[in-house]
Structures are given as structure tokens and as C-alpha cells.
């Protein structure tokens, strides 16, 4: 919808005409502009080529294949055991496109336009390295509903049979798609972290092996869905919301972690002297609040008994370990902080206090990250010491607090993983300081070998002197994060005394310090105002983004 408004002036009629969008036809503009360059690119070099036209006619020929075998190898395909053999069937021909072919594809044409040198070209153009991400992303999308139309037909034909309910295949074709879209997602993280051959080929080996190893496994577990809808229609009513929140746990952390891989790959296409951290990290966010509402929705629908306070402390578990995995690497971002990215620093006391952390820089990772996890704690911390009363049993050993002893390996799973990513930051600061550079990859692969050695090396000593299983002295212990935790909640470390708390503290405190005093100069950064060039331009990008109304009547226009 369009609206024509004239204008007159001092000796002229109907000087100029100038044409208003609507709102809607804006946004549809914005969003073709957006999508348009790269997705007819991607859709055009997809659709013709020979692996997708070889593919494709495979999968007709395979689907058209197992109805007749099927039909012909069980004549009684209206028995519910036959039908659900045929329906499966149909989920495994599905699943051979969507989970590995669709994903390479995705993998090696990114690859193919880095050696081309294709990739360069469009990211110096205008074209955001979000645009380009989200082309593969919308081509990968656009092959997937096309095989899902090839399927369909045979898929809604099993609907009539007996034994078959609309859960089934809904059930399938939804965790069927979840997996390709995890998958493209990795394939798209993959591609953009390898800038040589070496690696290329490398990645494309894993790439394959998880594909394939992700394809068995959940077809195999497709052949089993009778039996989970079963079990759903057969369960009272908490536990049908006990398995139905499982599957969702499933769904849930496999979309979550295809949104942080699209984020990295954004970020490995983005240049250097721009702000690469800040999507990652909110993705992050975003991961954990979803994650910490699934843990109370499993808790409540538990009524908080037996098992649900429990799920508190294995949720702070869960949660330290992919913290500890995931802050190794964002302690190992360059330590170089550009003035583009100054530029963006927060400027009031608030957006500093709140915002500073989703900025780049390493040590303000190490920050964010420790601010999450113990965020985490805190939270698991209310939750358990309100409802762990409910408990009509003693989750630890007899004869002991249940909430003091709860508490105690809350903050123990919190101080350990702050432990371990701290002195993961520490060694990122060195190889700054003595090579100026760090790379996420030799962080994480240090953070996982401090947590190995300070586990198993207090292990070996304590086994070696005999005092394993008395724990007499479990200062020795203490950077083992299973024997001390164990040790608590069993009952054979006695924490009341503070023989574990203090020194525990004491080592947590003086690790956060250190980090603190290095973070100095990088929390001192302060916003900087854009040069004068720099606002001209943006203020000439402004001018040409919005066309300025042409007089119609003019003989030149």
C-alpha cells in the first residue's frame, strides 16, 4: 500500500510527488534486501548442482523402492508391527539427506569459496558476515523442506494404517529436522574456523564421522518410538511431563548450541578490529536461562521431592563443567582491544556495571564467565535451601544436615570451575605477555589439562600413601574436584572445621585476585568518540540510505 502526497510552494503546483511505504512494505523490503544477494546466490548454486540432482533422484528411488519391497515382503501391512516397520523405513531414507549429505554440502561449498577467494570478496563488500551465515543457513533450510516434500507423501500414507498415530510422525520429522539443523550448524562453525587445506580436510573427516555416528544413533532410536509412545500413553499424568521435559531437554540444548556455533561463525567471518564477542556471549546467556527454567520445570514437576532438590546441585554440576569448557576458550580471545571497538564501550555507570562484560577482551570473559556460573550457584542455592525440606529421606549420609551439606558442594562445584578457568586465564596471559598471541584452541586444550592433572595427580598420592579410602588428610586432596566433592557427600571429609572450606577459600580468593590485578588496564578502557571522517561517512550512509524526493515536473529529473 502506497500513498501519493503532494506538496506546493510559492508559484508551483504539485511541485514534487513523493511516495510513502507502509510499515509492512518496509519491513519486507528490509528483509529481501537482507536475504536477497546471498540466498538466491546459495539457492541457485544448490538446486543445480550435480550432487543435489544425484541426491534427490536417490531418495525417490529409495522411497519409491521400500513401499514396494515393504508391501511385498509383508503382505499384512495393516498389522501395527508391519506398519511401523514401513513407517521407519521411511525415517531412515529421510534422515540420509537431511543428517549427512545437506550438512557436508553446507561444509565443503564454504570451504570451496575460501579457496576461491569468493568468501574475501563478498565480506570487503556491504554484505555483513551475518547475511553470509545466514545464507547457508536459509539454503541448507530450503534443501531440507524439499526432501521433507519428497517423503511426505509416503509419510502420510502410513497415517492410515493401524498402529500408526500422528505422534509417531511427528515425533520423527521433528527430531529428525532438530539433528540437520545441529548438524549445518556445526558444518557452518567447521568451515569458518579453517583457514588451510590441512585443516579443511581434517574437519571434514570429523564432520563426517559425527554425522554419520548422529544418523545411526537416532535412526535407531526412531525404530524404537512405538515403544516411547507407548510408555507416554500408558504414564500417569507427571510422568508423561517427566519424558515429554526430557525429549524437550534434547531439543532444547541441540537448538541452543546450533545458535552459539552460528554465533562463532559469524564471529570467525567478522574482521578483527570489530566486536566478535557480543553475540557469542548473549547466545550464551540466553542458552543458560533456558537451561536453568528446564531444570525448575523438572524440579517442579517433581514436587520438589525425592529428586528435585537433588537436580539443584546437579544442575550448578552440569553447569560448571560447560563453563569451564566454554570460558577455556573465551579466555584465550586476543587481548588486543581496537579503537572500533572502543567506540562501543558502554558509557554510563549502569551499562558498565551490566554491559561491560558482554564486551570483547579475554579477561572480561573470565569475568562474565565466573559472574554466570556463580549466578548459577546462587540460584541452585535458593531453590535447594527452600525446598530440600521436602525431602523425606537424607540425600547424603544419616545423621547429617541435609541443606549444610547441600550448600557445601554448591559453592565446591562453583570455586572448582572458577579454580580451573582461572589459572586457564592465567596461562592465556603469559602467552600473551611472552608471545603476544593466544589461541582459544591451546586454551581450552590447557584448561582440560590442568582439570585432569589437579584431579588425578592428589589421587595417585593419596593411593600411593595408603590414605584413599580414611581421607585423613584431605588437604592433600584438595585440588581434586571428585575427591574433595565425593568426600563431602559422603560423609568422610568433615567440613565442619573448616579443613576443607578455608583453605579451599583461601586458594579460590587468591586466583580471582590475580586475575583481577591483570584485568586492570583492560576494564580501565573507556569509550572513545568516533573521529570526525568516521561520523561524516555515517552521516553520508544516512543520506543515501534515505532517497530524497524527486520533483517530477523538472525536465531534468
Not at 261 to 289: H, K, M, W
Request: glycine share 6%.
Amino acid at each position: 500500500m502506497t500513498i501519493i502526497e503532494s506538496k506546493s510552494e510559492s508559484g508551483h503546483d504539485l511541485h514534487l510527488a513523493v511516495e510513502k511505504n507502509s510499515r509492512l512494505d518496509r519491513w519486507i523490503e528490509s528483509v529481501s534486501r537482507w536475504l536477497n544477494p546471498i540466498l538466491i546466490k546459495e539457492s541457485r548454486q544448490s538446486l543445480k548442482s550435480n550432487q543435489f540432482l544425484v541426491t534427490f533422484s536417490l531418495v525417490l528411488a529409495a522411497a519409491l523402492f521400500w513401499s514396494f519391497f515393504a508391501l511385498a515382503v509383508t503382505p499384512n501391512i495393516s498389522e501395527s508391527y508391519n506398519s511401523i516397520v514401513l513407517l521407519t523405513g521411511y525415517f531412515w531414507i529421510l534422515a540420509f539427506p537431511l543428517m549427512i549429505i545437506v550438512p557436508v554440502w553446507t561444509y565443503w561449498s564454504i570451504v570451496t569459496e575460501q579457496d576461491d577467494n569468493s568468501l574475501e570478496l563478498i565480506t570487503l563488500s556491504t554484505m555483513k558476515p551475518s547475511q553470509i551465515v545466514s545464507g547457508k543457513f536459509v539454503t541448507a533450510l530450503l534443501q531440507i523442506m524439499i526432501y521433507l516434500a519428497v517423503i511426505a507423501p509416503c509419510v502420510c500414507f502410513t497415517y492410515f494404517l493401524r498402529g500408526i498415530d500422528l505422534g509417531h510422525i511427528l515425533y520423527g520429522l521433528v527430531f529428525i529436522f532438530l539433528a540437520s539443523i545441529c548438524l549445518n550448524a556445526v558444518a557452518v562453525f567447521l568451515a569458518t574456523c579453517a583457514p588451510n587445506r590441512a585443516l579443511q580436510i581434517l574437519f571434514l573427516i570429523g564432520l563426517v564421522f559425527i554425522c554419520f555416528v548422529s544418523y545411526i544413533y537416532l535412526c535407531v532410536g526412531l525404530s524404537e518410538i512405538d515403544g516411547l509412545i507407548d510408555n507416554l500413553m500408558r504414564a500417569q499424568v507427571n510422568e508423561q511431563n517427566q519424558i515429554q521435559l526430557g525429549l524437550a531437554a534434547g531439543c532444547l540444548a541441540a537448538l541452543t548450541y546450533s545458535m552459539v556455533a552460528y554465533f562463532a561463525a559469524v564471529a570467525n567471518l567478522t574482521f578483527p578490529a570489530n566486536n566478535r564477542s557480543t553475540g557469542i556471549r548473549v547466545a550464551l546467556l540466553v542458552q543458560q536461562a533456558i537451561f536453568i527454567g528446564w531444570c525448575w520445570a523438572m524440579a517442579h514437576s517433581l514436587d520438589w521431592s525425592q529428586d528435585g532438590p537433588i537436580l539443584m546441585i546437579v544442575m550448578v554440576i552440569v553447569a560448571s563443567i560447560h563453563w569451564s569448557i566454554v570460558g577455556s576458550m573465551i579466555v584465550g580471545e586476543s587481548g588486543e582491544i581496537s579503537q572500533r571497538v572502543r567506540r562501543g564501550l558502554p558509557k554510563t555507570m549502569f551499562a558498565k556495571i551490566t554491559a561491560s562484560w558482554l564486551m570483547p577482551g579475554p579477561l572480561r570473559g573470565f569475568f562474565f564467565v565466573v559472574s554466570n556460573i556463580w549466578g548459577v550457584g546462587i540460584i541452585a542455592a535458593i531453590f535447594y535451601s527452600v525446598n530440600v525440606g521436602s525431602v523425606p529421606y537424607s540425600m547424603f549420609r544419616p545423621g547429617t544436615a541435609d541443606v549444610e551439606t547441600g550448600l557445601v558442594m554448591i559453592f565446591l562445584n562453583c570455586g572448582y570451575a572458577t579454580i580451573y578457568l582461572g589459572l586457564t586465564s592465567l596461562f592465556a596471559i603469559w602467552l600473551r605477555g611472552r608471545f603476544g598471541f593466544s589461541i582459544p584452541l591451546l586454551t581450552l586444550l590447557w584448561g582440560l589439562a590442568v582439570a585432569l592433572f589437579l584431579n588425578f595427580v592428589p589421587i595417585i598420592v593419596l593411593a600411593s600413601i595408603g590414605l584413599l579410602n580414611e581421607f585423613e588428610l584431605p588437604i592433600l586432596g584438595l585440588p581434586s574436584w571428585g575427591l574433595i566433592v565425593a568426600g563431602v557427600g559422603g560423609g568422610r571429609v568433615d567440613w565442619n572445621d573448616m579443613t576443607v572450606l578455608l583453605p579451599f577459600s583461601l586458594m579460590l580468593i587468591a586466583i580471582v585476585v590475580a586475575n583481577l590485578v591483570f584485568a586492570r588496564r583492560e576494564l580501565g578502557l573507556v569509550r572513545v568518540a568516533a573521529p570526525i571522517r568516521v561520523q561524516q561517512e555515517i552521516e553520508e550512509a544516512k543520506k543515501l540510505a534515505e532517497p530524497e524526493p524527486v520533483d517530477i515536473f523538472d525536465d531534468e529529473a
